[in-house]
């Protein structure tokens, strides 16, 4: 009789575990609420290996073809709503380091579109970097002061810092962005390819980098190079400008915009982001495109998440873990939970089977 107790108390307690572990998944699956409705992809996550020597910044993605990349729906990026993903295809992203720059390849299906001068007639990308603690991947940063009241006092904590690449006056396979011209004038500007280098606090307060609503700061440059490319081009020998379209309209095909920037940078405004071999930084992309013959404008684009995406910049070459990490390991850790609470159960249970048959004889092993 004694024995009860204990065996009641402990099926029970199984019992509650059980119901706990339902419980607790219930109120993790509730958590999303308020104005801003985002269910990113738990598992998308971009590494960033040392794999010094492989790439080169001029527009084409073969040498990246050994490089794991995540697979990305293109999403409004002000309604991430499913029915209204870019039709085009999703977007692979790509990175890896090599100890001094970072390296990003952005590749995107689409038809092929340009116009000569015409940043808006044309695909266009962007890079997104948390750089303050505070700096939400809504809203771009989502500091809450107005255009009139933003400043690097106002808004500390909130910065983000966005690489654009506008390609109109770009030629394809050539380099732009950091240059000697811009940066002498101390900003992160690029008046040949439009490939800048800026900081925003929220989608209001955004500048190039060195230029403030409080004054200028003339220690500040364009960081960033890149390259882009489409492949229904044919040549590989050069092109110029003169060369323009490049390709014959509306042709199938990829687009690739490839980016490097170097791990540290000397930005002392908190208007760069830094990457750290080790450690995890949070990222997105955009991609502009113009639909049926119309230009695009600033807010209308698409973009890989509806919140920051983890860029893990690891220090060896060791092999990525491809895919499915995220909710199938929540998965299969849920079974093997679930798994040892029952085993735990039944192990209770022979166990209380085995005391309560006292009475069979203890059997010595060498007279079996
Ligand atoms: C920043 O903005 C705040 C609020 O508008 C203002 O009080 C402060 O003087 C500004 N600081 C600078 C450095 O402009
Ligand atoms: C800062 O630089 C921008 C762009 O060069 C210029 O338009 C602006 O007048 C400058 N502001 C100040 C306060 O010098």
Redesign the pocket.
Known sequence: MSLLCPRLCLFIFCLAVLAFTGVLQLVTSHEESGEWDCKPDSEARVPAQFRPGVVTLDGHADDWEDVYGFEFSLLPALDPDEENAYKGGKMTVKALHDGKDMYFLLQVDGNYIYSKGDNHGCPSVALMFQVGESATYHRMGGCKESPNTCNKTSCRGYEVDIMHFSIGNAVPGRLYGGNPIDSR?G?G?DRFGHLVDTYAWNPHCRN?D???P???DSTAQNDWRGAWWHSSFTTHTGFVAEDSPYASSGQKGTYYFEFSRPLRSRDSLQQDVQFTIGQSGKFSAAFWYPSDGNPWHGSAHYSISCDWVPLDVSPGSSSPVKGKSGSAWGAASGFALLLSVVSFCISIFVGYRVSINKAIPFTPMDRL
Do not use: A, P, T, V
């Open positions: 004038e900003n500007g190039l060195g230029i403030g409080s004054g200028n």
